[in-house]
Structure formats: structure tokens, C-alpha cells
């Protein structure tokens, strides 16, 4: 009886430890990714702070090295990720694959149960050194910055390190990560117009002490001409443009960078600001915009005559731009906010006060609708569609900037953005979830979806029609080097092979960059033949530069695109 009572019960127990060891057969393989951190010079770095990041959906991980320098981060999902590490101070962050500062670094794809192994080198960080001097050659303090193009978030955008010259004119900037900077100066007087001394005022000084109880009488501006300190940038030029790269290796200490300070003569406008009812409009902005396309200074408000003055302006044309939003109401109507436009051009001249008027008005109504295609059922309620007109061409482009002309649709996809002002602008559509991307935006007959839509002074735009798809286009590819291995590294442009379609803006015109297997992906393109080359970087022009796409023809990959195709293109680096 004991027995057998024994036996049944030793039975379970065999069951139990083949079922545990079918779980753990079952166990998934672990995606990881692994390396070192280490600096130029190939030391391991301790204690930096690695960051991996999925691209979709965007999260986070962090580790630290171990005295050895290495990291590794476990149970990864598959998919595409970014890796990037920061030590302690002396050295630059870098992400993995950076090869300059306008590198994002190189995406790691990764499979399940893929062990990536990854190196990351943090440079040691440098400087630059030298002396701030005046026209004459005597010691001047200022402002000296050091300006690098980075790319972040996608973008290209310029970055900045400022130092201020002691009173011997010496300056250094510190902590730069390696790479190549432009070098500008500014007098440390740079608040206002500055007045040489000049026989006239001297008078005119005297005549007021002589007299203290008599009115003093207008100051002549030709009498007594205004200068300003203007940027100078390395080694003696006046724009940057024209200016010199400083290239620092890691751990460089430049010193010699001297730099002379210039000054130049201004003059100063006046300008008088009426709204839509000839009104003088206070308390407003105004944009002045030089023949550069450049804001020159910080414009004061209109007073409450609806009249500035402006000075420490350079000689020569500019462009007056207002936008002012105005509470106006009618009998029986609750205040509404309406937008006013206005610009008007002046030329300002040394010796004179350049005088302006500027009349506001209201602009023009744009009312469309959001349309779906596709097999996917279309969202119920299309209240999160969001429609945006962002400025490409015409005079109010400076002001016309995102957010500014940006409206949601109702439940049924309807739109209307009110007082546009005229110009080119370029429509944009967010908050698409899903498949769904922008297929054409109809104005009429014409498609704005590249060209940009067309607004004119009075005549309001109606009846557009966007239409979204989910049958959109998709170019993979492989880039590969002689040998076949995958390029890591670099970028792919793709555009059409008609240089007459090289325009802004343009959807058949883009850049991706590889990832970690070789591989890129090109999504939205319209149908049509297209070329696509390598290039190490889409900056300095960006691949929306003819100039550069010009100089991509020869060696490109050719292909062709039909409508809502999905294709794939091998690219080998030769």
C-alpha cells in the first residue's frame, strides 16, 4: 500500500521537470547591443553614460561603462535604434558612426536575437585662442563666437560658443568637440549708434553751456554722422561668406586667432504704422529686413501715434513687414482677433532719415477639405487632421513661419484658415496616424502639393481638395561597398532625373541615411524616373541644392517609380 502510494506519487514529479524544461527551450534569444567607449587615443573611458534609443516608438535606455569602458544593453526589441555616449567633461559626445558635426550618427537595425557589438570614440575637446583688436591695432574688448554647423532632430542648424575678450583683447573658447568653426567678432558697444566727435558738436556742445536757458536747436544727421561696431569674421572678412574655416583636431589648442574689429556708418528710418481703417496702430512690430534676407537688429514698438524711429541701420534697401492681430467686433458680434498685414520697402541713405508709411490690411480666407483613398478604413473622426500654410515665396515669407497659419479640420475634413497674406505657400498635413500620407493637395487644376499654393491680395482660396492615400510609395535599398559589405555610414539622395523638377519644395526630392546593415528606406516619393547617388553628407547645400545634384548624376543608380509602387535598389560605392 506504501508502494504503491509512492509511485503515484513520484509520477507528477517526473511530468513537472519535462515541463520545465520545455519552458526554457522556449525561452526567445536576447537582442542586445554591446561595445566600449573610448577616447581618441583608444583609452577606455569609465563611467560614460551610453543611450540607446528606438526610433519607433521613441524610448530610452540608458547604462554607464564599467572601468573596462564597455556597456551592453539587453532585451531589446527588434527594429531600428540610436546609440550615443557622453563622458565627463574634456570630452565631446559623439553618437556611434559619427565621422563630423554635422553627422546624426549611423542607425543600428537590429533582428531578434542579433548581438550588435558597437565602438564609440569620444574626442578630447579644444579650443581657440587669440586677440580682439581695433581699427588701429590697440587691444579691444568684444564678443568672439565660434559657430559650427550640427544636425539635430533631422535638421541643420547652427550652434554657438561665445567668449568675451578681457581687457588686453585675449579671449579663449573652450570644451569645442573637433571639427571646423567659424570665427566672428563684435564690439562689446554694440547697444546703439555711436557719434564721432566732429567740430558740430563740439559747437553745439559749447553753445549749450553758454547758453543753458536757450532751446538747442535739431541736430543735423549729416553734421554729425552715427557709426556702429559690424561682425568680422576670420581672418579679416565681412561676411561669412568670405570667412575662413578654423579646423581643430582633438585635444588642439589653436591659439593666433586674432581678429580686428571694424566699425561702419549708419543712418536711422522712420516709419508710421495705420490700420485697415487708417488708424494709427500701437504697441506693434516692426520687421526690418535687409537685402540679405537678415534681421539687422531688434526693431522697437510703435508708440501710440502708431510711429518709430530706428537707427544703427547700414546703408541701403530694406523691407518693412507687419503682422498684428486686432480685436474687432461689429454691432451685435462678439470681438474677434483678425490678422493684419502690411510691408512696404525703403532705401536708407547716410546724411537722411529714410521716412515710411505702412498701411495694414486684412487677408484672405483658404477653405478646403481632407479627402481618404485607399483600401484602410479612414479615421471616424478627422478632427485631429491639422492643415498648415507655411510661407516659400512672396514678401511676407519671413513672417508667414510655421504655426502662424495652422488650423485643425472638423468631424468631416473640413477647413478654413483665415487672413492670408499673399505669396507661395507650401501646405502641410500632420497628424495622420496610420498609412495614411498626403497623395495631392488640388487648388483648380493645379497640384500644390509641390508647387506650393498660389494666394493673392483679395481673392480668397476655396475648394481645395487634399487627399491623402495609403497606397503611398516606398524605395528600400542596400548601399554596398566592392567588396559587399554594407556601407555604414553616408547618405542617399534620391531626386528626378529631369533637372527641370529640381525646385523647392519638392516631395521627389530627399535624403536618407543608412543604417547598420547597409540599408536605407524612401517613403511619399511621386511617381516618375529618379536617380539616386551616395554622398557622405547631404550638407553643406543639402540635397535640395541643384548645384549638388548636378554634380550626383554621373555614377547614380536609375530607376523608375509608378504610383503607390514598392520597389527595391542595390547601390555599389565604387
Not at 92 to 107: C, K
Given at each position: 500500500?506504501?508502494?504503491?502510494?509512492?509511485?503515484?506519487?513520484?509520477?507528477?514529479?517526473?511530468?513537472?521537470?519535462?515541463?520545465?524544461?520545455?519552458?526554457?527551450?522556449?525561452?526567445?534569444?536576447?537582442?542586445?547591443?554591446?561595445?566600449?567607449?573610448?577616447?581618441?587615443?583608444?583609452?577606455?573611458?569609465?563611467?560614460?553614460?551610453?543611450?540607446?534609443?528606438?526610433?519607433?516608438?521613441?524610448?530610452?535606455?540608458?547604462?554607464?561603462?564599467?572601468?573596462?569602458?564597455?556597456?551592453?544593453?539587453?532585451?531589446?526589441?527588434?527594429?531600428?535604434?540610436?546609440?550615443?555616449?557622453?563622458?565627463?567633461?574634456?570630452?565631446?559626445?559623439?553618437?556611434?558612426?559619427?565621422?563630423?558635426?554635422?553627422?546624426?550618427?549611423?542607425?543600428?537595425?537590429?533582428?531578434?536575437?542579433?548581438?550588435?557589438?558597437?565602438?564609440?570614440?569620444?574626442?578630447?575637446?579644444?579650443?581657440?585662442?587669440?586677440?580682439?583688436?581695433?581699427?588701429?591695432?590697440?587691444?579691444?574688448?568684444?564678443?568672439?563666437?565660434?559657430?559650427?554647423?550640427?544636425?539635430?532632430?533631422?535638421?541643420?542648424?547652427?550652434?554657438?560658443?561665445?567668449?568675451?575678450?578681457?581687457?588686453?583683447?585675449?579671449?579663449?573658447?573652450?570644451?569645442?568637440?573637433?571639427?571646423?568653426?567659424?570665427?566672428?567678432?563684435?564690439?562689446?558697444?554694440?547697444?546703439?549708434?555711436?557719434?564721432?566727435?566732429?567740430?558740430?558738436?563740439?559747437?553745439?556742445?559749447?553753445?549749450?553751456?553758454?547758453?543753458?536757458?536757450?532751446?538747442?536747436?535739431?541736430?543735423?544727421?549729416?553734421?554729425?554722422?552715427?557709426?556702429?561696431?559690424?561682425?568680422?569674421?576670420?581672418?579679416?572678412?565681412?561676411?561669412?561668406?568670405?570667412?575662413?574655416?578654423?579646423?581643430?583636431?582633438?585635444?588642439?589648442?589653436?591659439?593666433?586667432?586674432?581678429?580686428?574689429?571694424?566699425?561702419?556708418?549708419?543712418?536711422?528710418?522712420?516709419?508710421?504704422?495705420?490700420?485697415?481703417?487708417?488708424?494709427?496702430?500701437?504697441?506693434?512690430?516692426?520687421?526690418?529686413?535687409?537685402?540679405?534676407?537678415?534681421r539687422p537688429a531688434q526693431s522697437p514698438l510703435t508708440d501710440k501715434d502708431g510711429q518709430f524711429r530706428m537707427g544703427r541701420l547700414l546703408p541701403g534697401p530694406y523691407t518693412l513687414l507687419v503682422h498684428h492681430g486686432v480685436r474687432l467686433s461689429g454691432p451685435g458680434e462678439p470681438a474677434a482677433v483678425v490678422d493684419l498685414w502690411g510691408a512696404t520697402s525703403i532705401v536708407a541713405t547716410i546724411g537722411s532719415v529714410a521716412k515710411a508709411r505702412i498701411d495694414l490690411f486684412q487677408g484672405v480666407q483658404v477653405t478646403g477639405r481632407v479627402v481618404f483613398e485607399g483600401a484602410s478604413a479612414p479615421p471616424a473622426d478627422l478632427r485631429s487632421v491639422r492643415v498648415e500654410l507655411v510661407g516659400i515665396d512672396g514678401l511676407y515669407r519671413p513672417l508667414a513661419t510655421a504655426g502662424n497659419m495652422l488650423t485643425r479640420t472638423d468631424a468631416q475634413g473640413r477647413f478654413t484658415i483665415e487672413d492670408v497674406p499673399p505669396g507661395a505657400f507650401a501646405v502641410q498635413v500632420a497628424g495622420l496616424t496610420g498609412p495614411w500620407s498626403p497623395m495631392s493637395i488640388m487648388a483648380g487644376s493645379r497640384d500644390a502639393l509641390d508647387t506650393g499654393l498660389a494666394v493673392e491680395l483679395g481673392t480668397d482660396v476655396s475648394g481645395i481638395v487634399v487627399t491623402v492615400t495609403d497606397r503611398g510609395s516606398e524605395v528600400t535599398g542596400i548601399a554596398t561597398d566592392a567588396a559587399g559589405r554594407p556601407v555604414m555610414g553616408g547618405y542617399v539622395a534620391v531626386f528626378p532625373d529631369d533637372p527641370r523638377l529640381w525646385t523647392k519644395p519638392s516631395r521627389a526630392i530627399v535624403s536618407a541615411r543608412f543604417d547598420s546593415t547597409g540599408r536605407f528606406t524612401v517613403r511619399g516619393l511621386p511617381p516618375g524616373r529618379y536617380i539616386a547617388s551616395l554622398v557622405s553628407d547631404p550638407m553643406p547645400g543639402g540635397p535640395l541644392d541643384p548645384t549638388m545634384l548636378a554634380a550626383l548624376v554621373t555614377g547614380g543608380t536609375r530607376f523608375a517609380l509608378a504610383d503607390g509602387e514598392r520597389t527595391s535598389i542595390a547601390i555599389q560605392v565604387k
Amino acid at each position: 500500500m506504501n508502494a504503491r502510494r509512492l509511485a503515484l506519487v513520484g509520477a507528477p514529479m517526473v511530468l513537472l521537470v519535462c515541463v520545465g524544461g520545455t519552458t526554457d527551450a522556449q525561452t526567445p534569444p536576447v537582442t542586445a547591443i554591446a561595445g566600449t567607449v573610448a577616447d581618441d587615443r583608444g583609452a577606455p573611458l569609465a563611467a560614460a553614460t551610453v543611450t540607446v534609443t528606438s526610433v519607433q516608438p521613441r524610448t530610452a535606455r540608458t547604462t554607464t561603462t564599467d572601468p573596462a569602458g564597455r556597456f551592453r544593453v539587453d532585451a531589446l526589441a527588434p527594429g531600428v535604434y540610436t546609440l550615443a555616449a557622453t563622458a565627463s567633461a574634456g570630452y565631446a559626445p559623439r553618437a556611434f558612426g559619427h565621422a563630423s558635426l554635422e553627422d546624426a550618427g549611423t542607425p543600428i537595425r537590429l533582428v531578434l536575437g542579433q548581438q550588435f557589438s558597437a565602438t564609440i570614440t569620444l574626442p578630447r575637446t579644444s579650443s581657440i585662442s587669440g586677440q580682439l583688436l581695433d581699427e588701429s591695432g590697440a587691444p579691444a574688448t568684444g564678443s568672439v563666437r565660434a559657430m559650427a554647423w550640427v544636425r539635430r532632430n533631422g535638421s541643420r542648424t547652427r550652434q554657438s560658443f561665445t567668449a568675451t575678450a578681457d581687457d588686453d583683447g585675449h579671449y579663449r573658447i573652450a570644451n569645442l568637440s573637433p571639427g571646423s568653426y567659424t570665427i566672428t567678432a563684435n564690439g562689446a558697444y554694440t547697444g546703439g549708434d555711436v557719434r564721432r566727435m566732429t567740430p558740430a558738436l563740439i559747437d553745439r556742445a559749447a553753445r549749450a553751456v553758454a547758453h543753458p536757458d536757450e532751446p538747442i536747436p535739431p541736430l543735423d544727421p549729416a553734421s554729425a554722422p552715427t557709426f556702429t561696431f559690424v561682425p568680422v569674421f576670420y581672418p579679416n572678412a565681412a561676411t561669412d561668406e568670405d570667412a575662413s574655416l578654423v579646423t581643430l583636431a582633438p585635444s588642439e589648442d589653436r591659439t593666433g586667432i586674432d581678429l580686428r574689429l571694424r566699425t561702419t556708418p549708419t543712418t536711422q528710418i522712420d516709419v508710421a504704422v495705420f490700420d485697415h481703417r487708417g488708424l494709427p496702430v500701437n504697441s506693434t512690430l516692426v520687421e526690418v529686413i535687409d537685402a540679405k534676407g537678415q534681421r539687422p537688429a531688434q526693431s522697437p514698438l510703435t508708440d501710440k501715434d502708431g510711429q518709430f524711429r530706428m537707427g544703427r541701420l547700414l546703408p541701403g534697401p530694406y523691407t518693412l513687414l507687419v503682422h498684428h492681430g486686432v480685436r474687432l467686433s461689429g454691432p451685435g458680434e462678439p470681438a474677434a482677433v483678425v490678422d493684419l498685414w502690411g510691408a512696404t520697402s525703403i532705401v536708407a541713405t547716410i546724411g537722411s532719415v529714410a521716412k515710411a508709411r505702412i498701411d495694414l490690411f486684412q487677408g484672405v480666407q483658404v477653405t478646403g477639405r481632407v479627402v481618404f483613398e485607399g483600401a484602410s478604413a479612414p479615421p471616424a473622426d478627422l478632427r485631429s487632421v491639422r492643415v498648415e500654410l507655411v510661407g516659400i515665396d512672396g514678401l511676407y515669407r519671413p513672417l508667414a513661419t510655421a504655426g502662424n497659419m495652422l488650423t485643425r479640420t472638423d468631424a468631416q475634413g473640413r477647413f478654413t484658415i483665415e487672413d492670408v497674406p499673399p505669396g507661395a505657400f507650401a501646405v502641410q498635413v500632420a497628424g495622420l496616424t496610420g498609412p495614411w500620407s498626403p497623395m495631392s493637395i488640388m487648388a483648380g487644376s493645379r497640384d500644390a502639393l509641390d508647387t506650393g499654393l498660389a494666394v493673392e491680395l483679395g481673392t480668397d482660396v476655396s475648394g481645395i481638395v487634399v487627399t491623402v492615400t495609403d497606397r503611398g510609395s516606398e524605395v528600400t535599398g542596400i548601399a554596398t561597398d566592392a567588396a559587399g559589405r554594407p556601407v555604414m555610414g553616408g547618405y542617399v539622395a534620391v531626386f528626378p532625373d529631369d533637372p527641370r523638377l529640381w525646385t523647392k519644395p519638392s516631395r521627389a526630392i530627399v535624403s536618407a541615411r543608412f543604417d547598420s546593415t547597409g540599408r536605407f528606406t524612401v517613403r511619399g516619393l511621386p511617381p516618375g524616373r529618379y536617380i539616386a547617388s551616395l554622398v557622405s553628407d547631404p550638407m553643406p547645400g543639402g540635397p535640395l541644392d541643384p548645384t549638388m545634384l548636378a554634380a550626383l548624376v554621373t555614377g547614380g543608380t536609375r530607376f523608375a517609380l509608378a504610383d503607390g509602387e514598392r520597389t527595391s535598389i542595390a547601390i555599389q560605392v565604387k
